[in-house]
């Protein structure tokens, strides 16, 4: 038997750092959507209670490091399953890029396994399981739109944010999260206005939620890394009507309403940035 389950991108809208925990996590207040950029897991079935996962990128670890790889093998010891899987990971949102790409792979993997092995599972049975591979793999379960609160698995769903197109653009390099959350002064960030923008989400208000994007892990990531910084500044000016860096970064992306517009500033950044992408919000 073999299946296969696309593994959206997602974005932060908001991403504010409240306190550091006892526990070394930071508590977090998050506003994150999928977008239509997506990874393929292809899930197939063996015998030999073995897992396997080949990566379409050489550079993507294929061990118990990938994320997806932890998630089957926790599904198979806590529910004894005998049978082993073959996992293929087509890459398509980049690596270390801020968009977790490797926690959408964990959830696609999720709910996949649960089809194939029969488990019955509930979607809220899978994001808890997820919670224990990594902050972002219980909103991946979900998908579409979610305020993210705790360590960023308790989820609460919004409605989707209007119609519009996103830009991503990634620098060649990648940023350790938890390098940046170490450098993070909570006490002198500025704050960002949650309430502020799940209103804006609400009342379907375009220019409302490019006004209040909001990342304080920018502060840390733009000193660390003035190649972030020169692609947020050249986003705005070509015309992007919101930008933000999402999660940890590098990956900054940019809210565009009209195509016409959608052009130039994808072209403008392609002049200098290899890794670019027009897709569009995933409304659910």
């Known amino acids: 038997m073999k299946c296969s389950v696309k593994a959206p991108a997602k974005i932060n809208l908001s991403l504010d750092a409240i306190r550091k925990r006892e526990d070394g996590y930071h508590e977090v207040e998050m506003i994150m959507t999928t977008v239509d950029l997506a990874d393929r897991i292809d899930l197939t079935l063996t015998e030999d209670g073995k897992i396997k996962v080949d990566v379409s990128e050489g550079f993507v670890p294929s061990d118990h490091r990938n ?3 932890q998630a089957a093998s926790l599904l198979q010891e806590r529910y004894q399953v005998k049978q082993g899987v073959s996992i ?3 890459k398509r949102i980049p690596v ?7 926690s959408s792979d964990a959830a696609a993997t999720l709910k996949g396994l649960n089809d194939l092995w029969a488990l019955g599972l509930s979607l809220d049975e899978l994001a808890r399981i997820g919670a224990e591979i990594g902050s972002d793999v219980s909103f991946c379960v979900y998908g579409g739109t979610a305020l993210a609160t705790g360590r960023g698995e308790i989820i609460t769903h919004i409605e989707s944010p209007p119609s519009c197109w996103v830009i991503l653009a990634k620098p060649p390099i990648g ?3 938890a ?9 002198e960030v500025e704050h960002a206005k949650t309430e502020e923008m799940i209103k804006a989400i609400k009342n379907q208000d375009f220019n409302g939620i490019c006004d209040h994007l909001h ?3 920018e502060t840390v990531t733009l000193e660390m890394h003035p ?13 992007a009507d919101g930008v933000l860096m999402s999660g940890s970064g590098p990956t900054v992306f940019g809210l565009v309403e009209k195509e016409s517009r959608l052009h130039r500033v994808y072209n403008g950044l392609r002049g200098f940035c290899s890794d670019v992408h027009a897709v569009r919000l995933i409304r659910s």
Do not use: P
């Not at 270390?96 to 490797?102: D, N, S």
């Not at 390098?179 to 006490?187: A, G, N, S, T």
């Open 67 to 69: 994320l997806a790889y």
């Open 227 to 239: 190649e972030v910084r020169h692609i947020k500044e050249q986003m705005q000016r070509f015309g």
């Open 215 to 217: 990342n304080v892990l």
């Open 88 to 90: 293929y990971i087509t």
């Open 179 to 187: 390098d940046v959350y170490k450098r993070l002064k909570v006490e």
């Open 96 to 102: 270390a890029a801020g968009l977790a790409g490797g």
């Open 175 to 177: 940023v350790s999260t």
